[in-house]
């Protein structure tokens, strides 16, 4: 198991290989190793499991005419090579890459289907003048590559970028980072991925399963094919329909058990994961066996066999019973790792979680898998594990329904009516949760509301459908397209990102071609699905699983941690990142996500799981670094905020000008002490004040001036600013908050939480009253009644906004507590802490609530009209957005 990389179409270029190679370093820290030759270049980062002392790469062949890149293992490498000496080769190592190396040498690209094992290769013929890259039967392990113009190269000649992972093509910057955004929709929309060649990066393809390229080096062109034809095979295979039999099954189980043992082959540690479920319950009992015969290969388990298990106790998910009743039986040979993953885990790792799998992904899943390789690769180099067997023996739901539909449309109606009535627990339990949901009358979140229309509309003719009445059928193709593809790249992704290796002995080549041509009833008999394996297992595990009918797999509690993680995903989806994308309606994401979590709706957590899936995924791999982090420009304590002008003339003071100065300070919390920071930043503006230029100090010398407070700083540090949530929101304020005119970023009542808010500090009475007020004050033509009625301090509530800082971004603040005391206070520290000929000009403190909407002074102290200092702020100098200038000290011009 390694990690792999490499291009064609530039001249010798160890840097860049290098850079490619690093971003795989954890695939293989066992060694690194690069070729160059005209225009080719590769990368190799080894994980060494055979042959330890030998088999560096790249491997070059004995001629030196063949050079060869791989990952992964075939495990049937020791019969290719006794194949191989009878037909005269010799051998210098005893690895399975020189037999992978010699088979291409010896048989060309038809070596390729000959293996039984898992791998992404890339070989170099100088001889035949091609570039080969090659992905196993199953896509067990991944291959991405990226063409490039003959611009892009420079060289006159086309090129190629290549990896096993899409990191060290980013890394080799010769490609744009775009979204593919017809693959994004499609994930959006039918939550589905890896299902075609195509990935979430525009210009980055991946082969497909069995799939090769063969490039040209002396042209730059290349060509894909298949190089086996191991789906019609199985197609093929399909149709025989051998007899279900107690011969079967054994013959079923001895193949099961040697694709389980030739899987053990190593000469370092191997361990196996262990869900609770059928499948990776039946290779763990499997191993046991093999252990107690001392069969060969099973040296690499030590003297036990380690399991690895995540927990969740007291959760719907946790198998904890399971897989103790599976660790039971293999007592004495057994030793167990559990490993517990938790929302506040979850909510620390979710950044390097969205990294590690590199494009979306449908749940939140594979997280207990990627938490379980963490712990496992602390212990093993190698972990066998039970994916696949869900899609060659119908392991969901969905699959009963194909066969049904099967056997219908076959008229095998006596059959059909036999497997109804076996299933019918099955069928009770999908009935009685969507009589819940209607009974209820909870409305489920769809995604399809969620998303931007205009972004609906550009993809308006994309489709998903599933082969819908042959089971067999669309197993397969549910193997190599619809399902399997994206277990296998989490599968990879996790183990390799703690440098581990995933082994799956469902997926050996030949017990899947025997289990196709099988009759039906060896995957769905008697309402028991993966029947064979049932069969084939019992006496060896505990009757709990083998009978056992809920399915879970390796899975999280998604909809409890979402809960638990609220405060960090209403601060992702209430971000400007989030609102600034054309994928999604921002408000109508939040609005849904509020009804989720206060149980008004009864939507999967998947829907959100995929909007923040993207956006982290968006930020990680697309963005650029000051699209997230952008620093704001230096402004002095005086000049203007962008766009704002220092001085005015304001009429309602009969005409008088002032100049004001917006004060740039720290962010301010809750737990910020308001009156020294105020004072501090005061203080800074006097000190600079002899520096500042004539004309700034001609403007303040010896005139009358004021401080001018936002109420947002004063709120806040009052305890007045409440995160979204922690404000629960009643469906009167849900309604009422849906008749407000939507302000820009989120000001006033028009979200759910700031309406909630008004109703707590007058009632709901009033508000309806006001309310009613406004309709007929509307009525005559007046505005502002509303306000009239329930108060300014109601008006001066403010609702999160993105555009804010700190925790504004996701908080909605009352208006602050006797703005008037506030100003007084203020206003005497001020006096006592500047000097004298400062503070004898000093006319005391306002308390502002100004937006680029209107402007109210809530309190002050000075001796202006109410009016004047409205007037003074009526275009809003201190700015709505990431000014931070949340104070301003003004000066009275004439």
């Known amino acids: 198991m390694c990690g792999i990389a490499g291009y064609y179409g530039y001249e010798a270029d160890e840097a860049m290989l290098s850079t490619m190679s690093e971003t795989i370093a954890h695939r293989?820290?066992?060694?690194?190793?690069?070729?160059?030759?005209?225009?080719?270049?590769?990368?190799?980062?080894?994980?060494a499991f055979i042959d330890l002392e030998h088999g560096p790469q790249p491997m070059i062949s004995q001629d030196g005419k063949t050079v060869l890149i791989y990952n992964g293992e075939v495990y049937n490498y020791l019969d290719l090579r006794t194949e191989l000496?009878?037909?005269?080769?010799?051998?210098?190592?005893?690895?399975?890459?020189?037999?992978?190396?010699?088979?291409?040498?010896?048989?060309?690209?038809?070596?390729?289907?000959?293996?039984?094992?898992?791998?992404?290769l890339a070989i170099y013929d100088a001889e035949q003048?091609?570039?080969?890259?090659?992905?196993?039967?199953?896509?067990?392990?991944?291959?991405?590559?990226?063409?490039?113009?003959?611009?892009?190269?420079?060289?006159?000649?086309?090129?190629?970028?290549?990896?096993?992972?899409i990191k060290p093509i980013l890394a080799a910057e010769k490609i744009d980072k775009k979204v593919n955004e017809r693959i994004l929709y499609r994930y959006l929309q039918f939550r589905i991925h890896d299902e075609e060649a195509a990935t979430f990066f525009e210009g980055i393809d991946k082969l497909m399963p069995g799939q090769m390229l063969v490039l040209d080096t002396t042209t730059g062109d290349y060509a894909l094919s298949m190089f086996t034809r191991f789906p019609e095979e199985l197609r093929e295979l399909s149709a025989i329909d051998t007899p279900y039999s107690r011969e079967i099954i054994e013959e079923y189980r001895q193949?099961?058990?040697?694709?389980?043992?030739?899987?053990?082959?190593?000469?370092?540690?191997?361990?196996?994961?262990?869900?609770?479920?059928?499948?990776?319950?039946?290779?763990?009992?499997?191993?046991?066996?093999?252990?107690?015969?001392?069969?060969?290969?099973t040296d690499s388990l030590g003297s036990s066999q380690q399991t690895f298990t995540a927990i969740f106790p007291n959760s719907i998910?946790?198998?904890?019973?399971?897989?103790?009743?599976?660790?039971?039986?293999?007592?004495?040979?057994?030793?167990?790792?559990?490993?517990?993953?938790?929302?506040e885990e979850f909510a620390e790792d979710l950044e390097d979680f969205v990294r590690t799998q590199e494009e979306p992904i449908i749940s939140s899943g594979p997280y207990a898998q990627y938490r379980v390789m963490q712990e496992a690769s602390k212990h093993v180099k190698a972990l066998l594990d039970g994916q696949g067997a869900d899609e060659m023996m119908a392991g969901y739901i969905p699959y009963y329904f194909a066969y049904l539909r099967q056997l219908k449309k076959n008229g095998q109606f006596g059959k059909l009516a036999k497997e109804l009535l076996s299933s019918t627990d099955i069928l009770f339990r999908l009935v009685r949760f969507r009589l819940f949901g209607m009974l209820t009358f909870r409305k489920e979140t769809g995604i399809t509301e969620l998303l931007d229309p205009q972004f609906r509309r550009e993809h308006k003719t994309e489709r998903f459908s599933t082969i819908p009445d042959n089971l067999k059928l669309r197993l397969i193709d549910d193997i190599f397209h619809k399902s399997l593809p994206s277990v296998l790249r989490y599968e990879d992704k996790?183990?390799?990102?703690?440098?581990?290796?995933?082994?799956?002995?469902?997926?050996?080549?030949?017990?899947?071609?025997?289990?196709?041509?099988?009759?039906?009833?060896?995957?769905?008999?008697?309402g028991w699905n993966k029947r064979i394996l049932r069969d084939a297992t019992r006496g060896l595990l505990p009757p709990m699983i083998s009978n056992r009918r809920n399915k879970i797999g390796f899975t999280t509690p998604e909809a409890e941690w979402f809960l638990k993680m609220q405060e960090k995903i209403y601060e992702i989806f209430m971000s400007a990142a989030f609102?600034?994308?054309?994928?999604?309606?921002?408000?109508?994401?939040?609005?849904?996500?509020?009804r989720y979590t206060s149980g008004n709706h009864s939507g999967s957590t998947m829907v959100f799981w995929r909007l923040l899936n993207t956006e982290l995924w968006l930020r990680e791999f697309i963005d650029a670094p000051q699209d997230t982090e952008a620093e704001l420009p230096v402004k002095s304590d005086y000049e203007p905020n962008a766009g704002k002008d220092l001085d005015i003339s304001v009429p309602e003071d009969g005409g008088r000008s002032y100049r004001r100065y917006p004060i740039r300070t720290e962010v301010f919390y809750r737990q910020t002490d308001l009156d020294p920071a105020i004072l501090s930043y005061v203080q800074r503006f006097a000190d600079g004040l002899p520096g500042a230029g004539a004309e700034h100090r001609q403007a303040t010398a010896d005139k009358p001036w004021y401080l001018f407070v936002s109420e947002k700083i004063v709120a806040m540090t009052q305890g007045r600013s409440i995160p979204v949530w922690d404000i629960k929101v009643s469906p009167a304020a849900r309604l009422l908050s849906r008749f407000v005119m939507k302000n820009p970023g989120g000001i006033g009542l028009a979200s759910p939480?700031?309406?909630?808010?008004?109703?707590?500090?007058?009632?709901?009475?009033?508000?309806?009253?006001?309310?009613?007020?406004?309709v007929i004050g509307k009525l005559q033509g007046k505005n502002g009644v509303f306000y009239e009625v329930v108060g300014h301090d109601i008006n001066a509530i403010d609702g999160a906004a993105a555009y804010q800082v700190g925790t504004s971004v996701h908080s909605v603040k009352y208006a602050p507590k006797d703005p008037d005391g506030v100003a007084r206070r203020l206003s005497a520290k001020v006096r006592a802490a500047l000097p004298a000929e400062l503070a004898a000009n000093f006319g005391g403190t306002a308390i502002m609530d100004a937006n680029d909407l209107g402007v109210v002074a809530l309190g002050h102290d000075t001796d202006l009209e109410k009016a004047a200092l409205e007037g003074i702020f009526r275009d809003n100098p201190q700015g709505q957005s990431t000014e931070t200038t949340p104070m301003s000290v003004v000066f009275r011009q004439s």
């Open 28 to 47: 293989g820290p066992d060694g690194e190793g690069y070729f160059t030759d005209g225009l080719v270049g590769f990368a190799h980062r080894r994980l």
């Open 753 to 774: 939480w700031s309406m909630q808010l008004a109703i707590d500090e007058v009632g709901l009475p009033r508000i309806l009253w006001a309310s009613l007020r406004s």
């Open 317 to 343: 998910n946790d198998e904890e019973k399971y897989a103790d009743a599976v660790l039971e039986i293999c007592k004495g040979n057994v030793t167990s790792h559990k490993i517990l993953p938790t929302a």
């Open 255 to 297: 193949r099961f058990t040697e694709g389980v043992r030739l899987r053990l082959q190593s000469e370092v540690p191997i361990g196996s994961a262990l869900s609770g479920g059928l499948d990776s319950s039946a290779v763990v009992v499997t191993i046991n066996k093999l252990m107690a015969e001392h069969a060969a290969a």
């Open 494 to 526: 996790n183990t390799m990102r703690f440098s581990l290796e995933g082994r799956v002995p469902f997926l050996d080549k030949d017990v899947v071609k025997y289990l196709f041509s099988l009759s039906d009833e060896s995957i769905i008999k008697g």
């Open 85 to 120: 000496e009878a037909l005269g080769r010799t051998f210098v190592t005893n690895s399975d890459t020189e037999v992978v190396l010699q088979a291409y040498e010896q048989w060309g690209t038809e070596a390729f289907d000959r293996f039984n094992g898992m791998f992404g």
């Open 129 to 165: 003048q091609r570039l080969v890259l090659a992905r196993d039967h199953f896509g067990i392990k991944p291959l991405y590559f990226a063409p490039l113009s003959a611009e892009q190269t420079g060289t006159g000649k086309p090129g190629l970028l290549f990896g096993c992972e």
């Open 579 to 594: 609102e600034g994308r054309k994928y999604w309606n921002k408000d109508e994401v939040i609005a849904a996500f509020e």
